[in-house]
């Protein structure tokens, strides 16, 4: 393998390993300009599984009403055409969330993701993030079809005249029938005009959507699996990382959202000037914690209403769009940019659209998203084959020079003007070009990272069978074999075939193109790390991918095969012609500079 050849192996190796780490944000975005809370040294992260210590100053047994000690326990079922609701009044809160039209694993889709029964989602804590919740139980009311109300009565702390006042918490959730999105209002109101002193560290109360967002899942990978925080500020999506277990945000945003690859849980808070502190601090019962907390500055009026809406459900634009128009949705929200949590692919998102709509077009023809896959790539495969055809050219022309090239180098070492000059007569002698092999395959990559891009992420791959009994679904790993418990060192609890037939196709296919090429002493090991150690390295990154990826890699490897085997066929004469019409001449015991390329002499056909 000479260097022009290696050089575009390692170029093409750095554009396919560069395009797994940018597909999913090509141009990354900015990180979020966060600070922690001073109390963020005593939090501990995921790492250690600590959970962050709750403010015992802030519990709401100290505010108790004697009279409303009593109220029952009470289960609330909802539902609208989205959503499947299940409220406790034990705080008023949410305990289950989960959208009918979309499964997970023959149930709907549970969009509120729980350690255990004690968990929920928009709990209101007095106080700042780290307070308590508050557990007591709420008086409840149905106001209409998708609106609900949970109140109690509660006894503020003691003002600079030593009085308690008294104040009514309610929450109040509406939905609408066809929404994802659903509004939560959040009343302290005191009845005979007095303010309550709700003063607890310099907060109210807090309210917190969490602890996590569904599907399920029992580890994430963040490559193929993954949850992030998200803002939206000044007309731009931002990507917050969490160091330490906790972050709090400087600047107002117009939302904030956990996401994950398929749906996502957005919040959208009113114009009051909220401390929002996003928290990945393991809570019990969970892999991994998302959770997002508004904590509310003080109050300063006697009847107070806080109004958040909050979006759950898939990434998908026709879902996310309408809250850009008021006409278009039940709660007039207009502007938003819900779509900016979306995956971005930049500049290649044209490619993937057309990708898309022929993907969703074989589809039609046959309704297995599988078989489009394989379909598709042979497509892709017969449109580029030109392509490939001429870099196949190229490069066996550029091995049958290489024996020519280590005679010139040996001619010139120590005259590389020189050398430079004869190589390049000789390249112009049998018209070939360096890069004449690099340039085609490189033209091709845009499709294979628009590819990875589309079959990473295409929603409708959620639950999509290809082969009953094996691939059950192309969003997800395959598994031909389960372990009670993960192997040691690779952290593993299934064996998987997919990864393993991709290695093989992988390390046939390299092997058959080589086969084409001269192999000399100097590139030998280079064609064996490419043929074994490329495809074994691989093996590890794509190990946990899902399917659908891997069905077309190595649909896209056993087509490369073909190709090869009938280009080898058909060019092995032509190759074998190459680089046999220059040879050098002078006195081998002369000087060097005595010596020069020349073209080679036809033999003049004898006269009958």
């Known amino acids: 393998m000479d260097k022009n050849t290696l050089f575009a192996v390692i170029l093409s190796t750095v554009v396919i390993t560069a395009g797994f780490m940018i597909q999913s944000k090509f141009f990354p975005a900015a990180e979020q300009e966060v600070v922690s809370r001073p109390a963020a040294e005593e939090v501990v992260g995921t790492e250690v599984e600590k959970e962050i210590p709750r403010h015992q100053s802030a519990s709401s047994n100290e505010l108790l009403m004697d009279s409303e000690k009593t109220i029952e326990d009470k289960i609330i079922q909802a539902e609208t055409n989205r959503f499947l609701i299940t409220f406790s009044n034990k705080g008023g809160v949410i305990t289950s969330l989960r959208l009918k039209e979309h499964d997970d694993n023959g149930q709907p889709l549970e969009m509120i993701f729980r350690g255990d ?9 007095f106080g700042g993030f780290d307070a308590i919740p508050v557990t007591e139980n709420f008086t409840y009311r149905k106001l209409d079809e998708y609106t609900f109300e949970f109140s109690r009565i509660f006894l503020a702390p003691a003002d600079v005249e030593g009085k308690r006042i008294p104040f009514t918490l309610s929450k109040t959730y509406k939905f609408t029938a066809d929404d994802y999105m659903m509004e939560l209002r959040v009343g302290i109101e005191n009845s005979i005009n007095k303010i309550p002193a709700l003063n607890f560290d310099g907060f109210a109360y807090s309210l917190t959507m969490g602890p996590q967002i569904g599907p399920e899942f029992s580890e994430l990978d963040n490559r193929y699996f993954y949850r ?7 007309k731009k999506a931002n990507t917050v990382k969490i160091k330490d277990g906790v972050k709090v945000l400087e600047d107002r945003v117009t939302w904030a959202a956990v996401a994950g690859k398929y749906f996502t849980a957005i919040a959208v808070p009113d114009a009051t000037d909220y401390e929002i502190t996003m928290s990945e601090a393991a809570v ?111 490069t066996a022309r550029m091995s049958a020079l290489a024996p020519k090239m280590e005679e010139l180098k040996a001619q010139f070492k120590d005259q590389p003007d020189k050398l430079n000059k004869a190589m390049g007569e000789m390249y112009k002698k049998e018209g070939v070009s360096p890069m004449g092999g690099c340039l085609p395959m490189l033209v091709q990559f845009p499709f294979f990272i628009a590819m990875y891009g589309l079959l990473n992420k295409y929603f409708e791959f959620r639950g999509a069978v290809f082969i009953p009994g094996w691939i059950t679904d192309l969003a997800a790993p395959e598994s031909i074999y389960h372990f009670a418990a993960k192997l040691p060192l690779l952290n593993w609890s299934d064996i998987r075939l997919l990864p393993i037939l991709f290695v093989g196709s992988q390390m046939f296919s390299s092997k058959i193109m080589q086969s084409s090429q001269v192999s000399t002493a100097g590139n030998q090991s280079t064609m064996k790390m490419m043929t074994y150690a490329m495809p074994i390295m691989f093996f590890f990154i794509l190990y946990n991918a899902p399917s659908g990826l891997l069905v077309y890699w190595i649909c896209s490897n056993i087509f490369t095969l073909l190709q090869q085997m009938y280009s080898n066929r058909h060019l092995k004469p032509a190759a074998a012609g190459a680089g046999g019409g220059l040879k050098i001449v002078g006195n081998d015991d002369g000087p060097q500079q005595n010596k020069k390329i020349v073209p080679p002499t036809k033999k003049k056909k004898k006269k009958k």
Do not use: C, H
């Not at 879902?319 to 709660?331: S, T």
């Not at 077009?361 to 598709?376: Q, S």
């Open 284 to 394: 019990e019962g969970l892999p991994q914690s998302n959770q997002i907390v508004f904590s509310r500055p003080l109050i300063k009026s006697s009847n107070n209403e806080d109004v958040f809406k909050f979006y759950f459900g898939p990434k998908l634009k026709k879902y996310l769009l309408p809250y850009n128009d008021a006409d278009e949705n039940g709660f007039a929200m207009k502007d938003l940019n819900l779509d900016e949590i979306e995956d971005s692919s930049s500049i290649l998102g044209w490619l993937e659209w057309l990708l898309q709509k022929g993907l969703s077009l074989v589809y039609k023809a046959i309704p297995n998203y599988g078989i489009a896959i394989i379909l598709l790539t042979i497509v892709i495969k017969v449109l580029l084959f030109p392509l490939t055809k001429k870099s196949t050219q190229s």
């Open 117 to 125: 029964e004690n968990q929920a989602s928009f709990d209101v804590a």
């Open 228 to 234: 992030r925080f998200y803002t939206y500020e000044g």
